[in-house]
């Protein structure tokens, strides 16, 4: 990995390894932290040991760890060239690579006003997008403290909550209260060192609400029990708002959508449309264990091509097309178009699937009404000429060969006189399948025109067998109560300088001889 690209952000960047060590640091880190030390703990605090050891410094990376998610963020007081300042530490764990990504993010514009007063100095802000709150441990978690910046935040005073007369509990969102007092009652049992609230929302005094990240650390007395609590609050209605406005976009668009994790392979969103096309629930498809699984599997190969380049940093849109597999077993033709997008925390791919399965449809008609004989199924004859051209390439290219055999029914305008053309057509198409039941799978058959008939042999040196086979197979069928029919044919074989009119000259010349000697038989040139 080239860290030396982190040298551009202007922020503090340590790149720390499984035991805490430093593997680099970023011009911005040096020039606060300077290299005092090996350990990010060292470095940013002059500890001996990791943060977590001591009081009032929770450790991201632990966090990580014991809680098994990808991201921590946590406030620390930092010792620098200049002095102690504040920083929001966040950092990020790359297990594929064995290390963390720590940012650290200046919070010295936060602090300059702050007042000190009492044990806990970061309760003290006055300005920016960090409040701090301490909660007594009793029913509605009555305010202790708050930084005077909180007006800004939820337009009550200070002075509000700390003389009662607002109390915390009542400016949760009715329908987040329950989890918010779960998650409080589950830490404090448990009684950990801190915690990371989900997002919930908070009512301002103007009636409107708000979402917040809450981060709570308890507080101990002498005999370890939990008295009371404290936290900062940072504002993130934004975020919710660009989420649902993803949302309302997602499921008013006509087609599936599905925010797709290329790096775990996971599922994190699927619109109404998606679970139509589908047929699986949303929590069916969010809860996938393998949702390449849903690929056809012809086509999973160019899928994962397609995730490699992705985990190598390709950011541009992909579409393709692909067929998948639905619930109830169909597959459909779909065309998916993937845009990299941040979503949550996670760099991912939005999935845009357009089902295209009609499509398809009409446009296999479409050639199958081009290449097809009509009354017979069997390929016309534009398609032969398009196979001959082929055949004539590779026996060029690749010195291979191949054989031709002309036949068409002997006496053919006897059986439409005798019996009508409905009857003749009949005919034809019981030659036909009686042809078909006798070719290989790689030889090509379809109808010249009127009542001849072409099939061409690749890899075949000697047409005279196959030749015979079929005219005894037609030989040997009734298409009618009384009625038989015989077939002549003509054969060649490929020779150097060929083209197509050379080849069926040399057929046409075989069949005529066929007639010419009774009928009913098979003549090579």
């Known amino acids: 990995m080239d860290y030396y690209a982190l040298d551009l952000i202007p922020e503090p960047v340590l790149i720390v390894d499984e035991n805490y060590q430093v593997l680099f640091a970023n011009k911005k880190a040096r020039e606060i932290y300077g290299n005092r030390a090996e350990t990010c703990h060292g470095l940013s605090h002059s500890f001996p040991a990791p943060c977590y050891e001591y009081e ?66 970061e309760f003290l802000l006055s300005g920016g997008p960090v409040v701090f709150f301490q909660w007594k441990r009793a029913e509605g978690w009555p305010v202790e403290f708050v930084s005077p910046n909180v007006s800004e935040l939820l337009g009550y005073t200070a002075e509000d909550f700390i003389s009662g007369r607002i109390k915390y509990s009542d400016l949760i969102h009715p329908e987040d209260l329950e989890r918010v007092a779960q998650e409080v009652k589950y830490h404090t049992d448990k009684k950990s060192s801190f915690w990371i609230h989900q997002d919930y929302r908070l009512r301002r005094k103007d009636g409107e609400y708000i979402w917040v990240l809450d981060h709570t650390v308890p507080l101990f007395n002498e005999k370890d029990e939990v008295v009371g609590y404290y936290g900062y609050l940072i504002d993130i209605t934004e975020k919710h708002e660009q989420e649902e406005l993803f949302h309302i976009l997602a499921e008013s668009n006509p087609h599936a959508v599905l925010v797709y994790d290329f790096k ?60 998948i597999i ?10 998916p178009s993937s845009t990299v997008a941040y ?33 017979t199924g069997i390929f016309n004859r534009r398609a032969l000429i398009h196979d001959f051209e082929r055949l004539l390439y590779q026996a060029k290219r690749y010195q291979t060969t191949f054989s031709l055999i002309i036949f068409d029914i002997d006496n053919f305008k006897r059986v439409n006189d005798t ?102 038989r098979v003549v090579v040139i």
């Open 56 to 121: 009032g410094h929770p450790c991201p990376i632990k966090n990580i760890r014991e809680l098994g998610i990808e991201k921590s963020g946590v406030l620390h007081v930092h010792k620098t060239q200049e002095g102690e300042r504040y920083f929001y530490v966040v950092a990020q764990h790359f297990p594929e690579k064995g290390f963390y990504v720590e940012l650290h993010i200046d919070l010295f514009d936060l602090m300059e006003n702050l007042k000190l007063s009492g044990q806990r100095t």
């Open 264 to 323: 775990q392979n996971r599922v994190l969103y699927a619109n109404h449309r998606a679970t139509k096309l589908f047929g699986y629930s949303r929590e069916e498809l969010l809860n996938l264990e393998d949702p390449i699984s849903l690929i056809f599997w012809k086509d999973r190969e160019k899928v994962y091509e397609n995730l490699k380049k992705r985990k190598e940093g390709y950011r541009d849109t992909i579409s393709y097309k692909l067929r």
């Open 326 to 335: 639905t619930k109830s077993g169909r597959i459909k033709w779909v065309n």
């Open 343 to 375: 979503f949550k925390g996670r760099t991912v791919s939005v999935i845009t699937l357009v089902d295209i399965s009609e499509e398809v449809k009409r446009e296999r008609t479409l050639i199958k009404l081009a290449t097809r004989d009509q009354l």
């Open 419 to 520: 019996y009508g053309h409905l009857v003749g057509d009949k005919a034809l198409k019981e030659v036909v399948k009686a042809v078909k039941k006798v070719l290989r799978k790689s030889d090509i058959f379809g109808r010249w025109g009127g009542e001849e008939f072409l099939v061409l042999l690749p890899m075949t040196l000697e047409p005279y067998a196959p030749a015979e086979k079929i005219r005894q197979t037609v030989e040997n069928c009734k298409f009618c109560k009384d009625l038989s029919v015989t077939i002549s044919l003509g054969a060649t074989t490929y020779r150097e300088g060929d083209t197509i009119d050379s080849m069926i000259s040399r057929a046409d010349e075989a069949l005529y001889r066929a007639k010419e000697q009774g009928k009913n």
